[in-house]
């Protein structure tokens, strides 16, 4: 079979409305993990029609309190969009010469407002509620977007990356970098 982008096309002869569907049910609330945010996604994995087309979609619903921790989509453009409830969201720019280096830009969405967090960059979502859930859908602009979570990626690698890297890195000491990767290994490797 022919691939693009690693996934099979199928013959155009052969294909149907299965191909281009999912019985998603992105209208149902989630359970929220640990962080307190699930993150529903829709990609080529679920729907081989999106292979080739530049889209995807995700809903994420946020306990009270609860946050999409900061992470980024190496491969897409994200524009969120609140569906319920409120979120203090925000991402950093790349290092681009001074003064605008790393420099973090946020807001504080409410029910039909929309932000948009650029390809690559680092970026997060905060329910600031303590008593509701917030709910929102984001579309990406990518078929296969990638997510890459900042405190996992860097504290619960396998196999770790040194603590003598990560303490220099942070500018920290050792116990408290061998403190963070055994809190990340637990949750990522158990």
């Not at 992105?26 to 081989?48: C, E, F, H, W, Y």
């Not at 296969?144 to 500018?171: M, Y």
Request: proline content about 8%.
């Amino acid at each position: 079979p022919v691939r693009v982008n690693g996934f099979v096309c199928k013959n155009p002869m052969k294909v149907n409305a299965d191909d281009f569907f999912k019985a998603a049910a992105l209208d149902k609330p989630r359970v929220t993990n640990k962080v307190g945010s699930n993150v529903t996604l829709i990609n080529v994995m679920q729907i081989a029609g999106l292979n080739t087309l530049g889209i995807s979609i995700a809903r994420i619903d946020y306990a009270p309190l609860g946050q999409n921790p900061p992470h980024t989509h190496p491969r897409a453009t994200e524009i969120l969009t609140v569906l319920e409830g409120t979120l203090y969201v925000g991402f950093v720019t790349s290092n681009q010469p001074a003064p605008n280096r790393n420099k973090f830009l946020s807001k504080v969405l409410n029910k039909g407002d929309v932000f948009v967090f650029p390809v690559g960059l680092i970026h997060f979502q905060f329910n600031p509620n303590p008593h509701k859930p917030a709910v929102a859908i984001a579309a990406l602009s990518s078929q296969n977007p990638g997510a890459i979570t900042i405190a996992n990626a860097v504290f619960g690698s396998d196999p770790q990356i040194s603590d003598d890297v990560l303490a220099k890195a942070f500018q920290v000491e050792k116990n408290t970098i061998d403190w963070l990767q055994a809190q990340f290994w637990e949750n990522n490797h158990n």
